[in-house]
């Protein structure tokens, strides 16, 4: 089991745009290996969690029941300190504090799956503050944006990555990396 930080990126280095939103991603030509790369993974997810800006940003511009086909029954803990909608018939536990007791819980979920650490950066940041993040594996997408949501906003020296694979996904080159903590 990793914690692990499965995301993309723009070349260079944003996860959403100024206004927080991923549509820039969704504009990238897949040629099919993009979304299979992506259910390849999730079937070795069995708990999830995101920032509260991720979890608005699905809701408001993904229908409903494409959680369910996304995501599956995978359990998801959103860390914010506001009242947000659920998503009907997910299994979403909305959570606020620090990382390592929600860790923890979604270890225990997991069992010998990994945790996927969604987005944002900033959550992904304190998962690394606290020691928990195992890998991150970052798919960049062949488009800039000027500015927005930085990738991961922490300094990580190089003593503490070690690139482990190097693939490609379509438009995608997707660079994974062991964190040593």
Request: some cysteine.
């Amino acid at each position: 089991m990793a914690t692990q930080y499965f995301t993309a990126t723009s070349f260079d280095g944003y996860i959403a745009d100024a206004d927080n939103s991923l549509t820039w991603l969704f504009e990238v030509d897949d040629d099919g290996t993009t979304q299979s790369n992506i259910d390849d993974y999730l079937s070795g997810v069995g708990a999830m969690c995101m920032g509260s800006t991720t979890y608005e940003w699905i809701i408001a511009n993904d229908p409903p029941e494409n959680w369910a086909k996304t995501y599956g029954d995978i359990p998801c803990w959103v860390f914010t300190h506001r009242t947000l909608p659920v998503v009907p018939g997910a299994d979403v536990r909305f959570v606020s504090g620090a990382v390592e007791p929600v860790h923890r819980e979604m270890a225990e979920a997991a069992g010998d799956k990994n945790i996927w650490i969604v987005g944002g950066g900033e959550l992904t940041g304190s998962f690394a503050d606290a020691g928990l993040l195992d890998e991150i594996i970052a798919s960049v997408a062949p488009v800039t944006l000027g500015g927005g949501a930085a990738v991961l906003p922490r300094r990580i020296p190089a003593s503490r990555m070690r690139l482990v694979d190097i693939s490609r996904f379509g438009q995608f080159a997707q660079l994974r990396y062991q964190v040593v903590n």
